[in-house]
């Protein structure tokens, strides 16, 4: 009887032997010449498994004396109907019949040299994607996530994807500059270990509350996870606990998104925040995989950064360091404006700088010889633009960064660098209108102000600071939501009322004649609560929306204004404005469960719709929300008293991948003094609306805390005041210098660019691509291929199964297409027309702009329908050991035939030592992909082939090669001979005929291929190859050594246990690697014999019989 066993599922289908009540005995099959894999488990964990039909199975042909390949036409019972090659039916036995266990063929020279071979038709097919396979994962170094993600190929994403996922310990801070792609680089690394673990893996993102949705849509639509979420992938709001409770204990990665909302519970008096942060802490320090993602800069932040680093590696950096931390961030603004100064326009100052970093780092071999190389360019007096300067320059300059970095562990990537991929930032225009309601609320307010400043001068500080407390939530309403306003003095006016008729004494500040003066302002606010200013934003976005394409976002803070706007903007736009809206756990709002998906995507329709022109958002929309690319407008309806608020609406569409250089509009009540104060400062002061402040939160925070203070004494004043400060000290400029000469001490070096071209040039060749995934799929396998677009660049094709084996069916059973994880995750569910019997794929596209404009998957290594092939192509036999007697004619020989044998090796990099160092280190089984992956880097994985003689000479003649790789030519033509597949009644043949090799096969063959590899490792192109990828990597090597004694030297006495023995570990890892890369692991992928004949062996079997 046929069973699985679920204690190892992916190992397939086994055979009872023995039944008991507790245990039973079970037996995997490899290969004919292989031992039997026996286990004794626990008779629970056995099931019975069905031969559905077209399963291959294997038996022995007693007549023949050697071992078939069959397919099953029916199961029934203990006996199976099968057929064979030749299409002769046999009933067999279970006892007879053996299924191959699911994993890879190890070296499929056994089965040539046992005459089991398949037609040099699956070889044909076969072959080439299994080539373009490895050289999608060199060209990409493995990263097959990359590779797969429905993403734009930047550089600088790479970078950080490919640090992280070649490190055995994957737990680092991803800090790219707001707008930079942060989000993609970790739904990358997500998508990876996803793909390294398809059964068992489990990952938790934790995340503000309104990015849950972002985030679910970005793991769907752009990494193709959906299948995933709330089963083994689960993004929970930061305020849910209980979802935390229940999830992180299993998790095996987590993320964080907006990591310093979480670090700054640490030390806080908030109950919910220290909770939330103590809570992810120790979930952190259990999980094996961790990101966190936050832009905020240590400069200004030390102790939500140094929270963030403890996160990363408690025993490295311990929370009551603060104040070493603090000194040591001190100490790199330093450091930061000395390297500021190694530019070529400084040249005449270079020997300054060159003093001081030798001062700075004496125990530095590797920076002294490239001061010494600088110095001595220095001397020369070159001009600034000498490119031998410049380059010493970058080189200096990137070995402090990544030496000296705060943490290694911080990947950070600067717009400055990168601002070919981020628009600029083009002023803003005011959209003017009167309000005499705005006046008059204005006047009222006022009012408010003057009484109680009066008040408070008389009752002391205690008074003021209540009524200050007071004020700030009025003057924050005034500018952002007047309902809200309105609320807030129905609340004041509530209690004064209370207190009025308290019998008990009321500690409430309120001062003489305040409800007279509430009342006023209530009665004020009555015929504005319907929001002034409507009438001329509506008529400014009808002017704006849709001229040359662009498209307009309108932002308020408050949701019921918004609703107001699309309510105006809708009778005249209809289908061309939409609402952002987005689910909530807010008991306030619409309840996450009862939320209808419907009304939340509706908003979509903006980005993908050309016709949607008008985007309304309220403030729930200031965070998380992508509208990177196009023309795009940000329109104010009003202008928030924060300026970290206005700075995140236009953050939204102010991102990589973005258009035109973004313009913003601001509503603007003329004759408001609070509105003129207010407007001037942002733009004046802040200059938001000219370039990104986002990094500049702790200026912000700073000044804002100060003027805020200020507000109820001074009034608009305040306002006037803080702009004048901000212009006069050019605190902006100075401190965005300050972050600047930080971030490029910290940013990452970016890698080799030729990494990078390689990316490119793999990815680049989608027609190639194509015709070989379809020479394998459509041509050999028969899936057949649905296709849609007007043009071959615009293509985009779907694959179904076939299961009608009269009309060219698929050739692998539908049963087993259905149990590869790959091609399971590739079937689309709700395709029209797709059946149970004919599952058809989601719709991709080889070329990546056509899958990014069509919203289709880019079929690529690691796509699902490609993972599905490729584990299909490594499990089955076909195509890996195949045989045929190819009839030429003009052909001259000796014997009957001559016999060459070809060998298709896989060469790579052998991580056996370093997979075993890395175990040792505690980091377990999961190292292996990154081990890999790092590998793949060094050394370029590769196929290469080798043919043999009979003599066991390679075949160098170049005629005899062409002749040999010439294409399965299954049919016979004119004048060329034909091929002749060797089926076992074929091999019957070749076995009685003179050739010498036959005699003695089974030795023949297995030698061949220890010849083959043999003198492959002697061969010069090949030992060339081996010893230029050694000699690099040795080179990196030992610069990483380099470096790391020099981080040690550099170390505080309390860091170094710990850094030590890290870097003895990286040290050893780097010794092992260079081993792996200097005698790289080879491995057979397929073995073909080919007997080259001018006798036809059709004619040889007529001469027989």
Known sequence: MFVRCTLFPGDGIAKLLQQGSHDSVIEYFDDPYSERIVRTVPSATVSRARLHKQTRVYLFDHARRCWRIARVVVADGQTLQLKLPNGLSQIRNVEEV????????????????????????????????????????GGFQGLSAYASSRIELLQHQYEVVRRVLSDPCQRYLLADEVGLGKTIEAGVILRQYVLDYPTNHFAAILVPPPLVQQWRDELSRTFHLSDFLDDSIFVIAFDNPEAMVAVLPKAGMLIIDEAHQVTTGYGSD????????????????????????????????????????????????????????????????????????????????????????????????????????????????????????????????????????????VLRNRRASLSFLTPNRSGVKLVRYASVARVEIERRLEDWRINAITDANLRGEEVALSFQSIFLRFIDAFFSDTANLRDLVSARLLEINGCSHSESPCTAAFFPGEDESLQKLLAAIGPAVQHVGTAEISRLVLDLAGQRGQKVVVFTSSVAYADQLYGELGKHLRTQVARHRVRTRDGTAIDWDDFDDADETKWKRFVTDPGCFVLVCDRAAEAGLNLQGGNKIVLHADLPLSPNNIEQRIGRVDRFGSGSPVLSYVGFCGESEWDRAWFSCVTNG???????????????????????????????????????????????????????????????????????????????????????????????????????????LDQVVRYQYNGDEKAFGTLLPLTRFLEYPGFIEAIDTEQPGARQQTPRTFAY????????????????????????????????????????????????????????????????????????????????????????????????????????????????????????????????????????????????????????????????????????????????????????????????????????????????????????????????????????????????????????SNRSLDDLAREAA
């Open 98 to 137: 053996f299924v191959r266990w699911d994993r890879p063929i190890r070296d499929p020279s056994s089965y040539l040299a046992n005459f089991i071979t398949e037609t040099p038709g699956y070889a044909s097919g076969r072959g080439p994607f299994m080539r373009r396979t490895l050289s999608l994962r």
């Open 845 to 1092: 596209a080889f070329r990546r702009p056509s899958a990014l404009a069509r919203h289709a998957h880019v079929l690529r290594y690691g796509s699902a329908f490609w993972r599905g092939l490729e584990q299909f192509s490594l499990l089955d036999e076909r195509g890996r050991s195949s045989a045929m007697w190819r009839f030429v004619p003009e052909w001259n020989s000796i014997d009957v035939a001559d016999v060459f044998v070809r060998i298709d090796f896989v060469i790579e990099t052998d991580v056996a030592e370093a997979f075993t160092l890395s175990k040792d280190r505690g980091y377990g089984e999961s190292s292996y992909f990154a081990l890999r992956r790092r590998a793949d880097a060094a050394f370029e994985p590769m196929v290469v082939t080798v043919w043999l003689n009979a003599e066991y000479n390679e075949v160098t003649d170049e005629a005899v090669l062409e002749r040999l790789n010439a294409p399965y030519l299954k049919m016979p033509r004119a004048g060329e001979g034909r091929d002749f597949n060797l089926s076992a009644e074929r091999w019957d043949v070749v076995r009685n005929q003179a050739i010498p090799a036959i005699a003695d096969w089974s030795v023949h063959v297995l030698h061949s291929r220890r010849r083959a590899e043999n003198g492959l490792r002697e061969h010069d192109d090949f030992r060339n190859k081996v010893q230029d990828a050694a000699n690099a990597s040795q080179a990196r090597h030992r610069l990483h050594d380099v470096q790391r004694q020099a981080r040690l030297a550099f170390m505080e006495a309390k860091e170094l246990e710990v850094a030590r023995e890290a870097a003895q570990f990286e040290a050893q890892l780097d010794n092992a690697l260079y081993a792996g890369v200097a005698r790289p692991a080879i491995r057979v992928d397929a073995i073909q014999a080919v007997f080259v």
């Open 686 to 792: 802040f200059e938001v609306f000219d370039r990104s402040v986002a990094s500049l939160q702790y200026l912000i925070d700073e000044q804002m805390a100060g003027v805020r203070a200020r507000l109820l004494q001074d009034g608009p004043e305040a306002l006037r005041d803080l702009e004048k400060t901000l212009v006069d000290g050019k605190a902006v400029q100075h401190e965005i210098d300050r972050l600047d000469k930080m971030d490029a001490l910290d940013a990452i070096e970016q890698g080799d660019s030729e990494d990078f071209d390689l990316v490119e040039e793999s990815d680049a060749d989608w027609k190639g691509i194509r015709e070989d995934m379809d020479e394998w799929a459509v041509r050999t396998l028969q899936f057949q291929q649905i296709k849609s677009g007007s043009s071959d």
């Open 270 to 409: 908030d109950a919910s925040k220290s909770s939330l942060f103590r809570n992810i802490a120790s979930a952190a320090a259990r999980v094996r995989r961790l990101l966190l993602l936050s832009a905020t800069p240590a400069l200004g932040n030390e102790r939500t950064f140094l929270a963030m680093l403890h996160l990363l590696d408690a025993s490295l950096y311990k929370l009551e360091d603060e104040e070493t931390f603090r000194d040591k961030v001190r100490h790199r603004v330093r450091l930061a404006e000395l390297v500021a100064t190694l530019v070529p326009d400084n040249v005449f100052l270079l020997g300054t700088s060159i003093k001081q970093l030798r001062v700075l780092f004496p125990l530095d071999s590797l920076l002294a010889d490239l001061c010494d190389h600088l110095q001595a360019i220095v001397d020369t007096l070159p001009d600034e633009d000498d490119s031998e300067l410049g380059e010493a320059l970058r080189v200096l300059r990137a070995h402090v960064s990544e030496t000296y970095r705060l943490s290694r562990r």
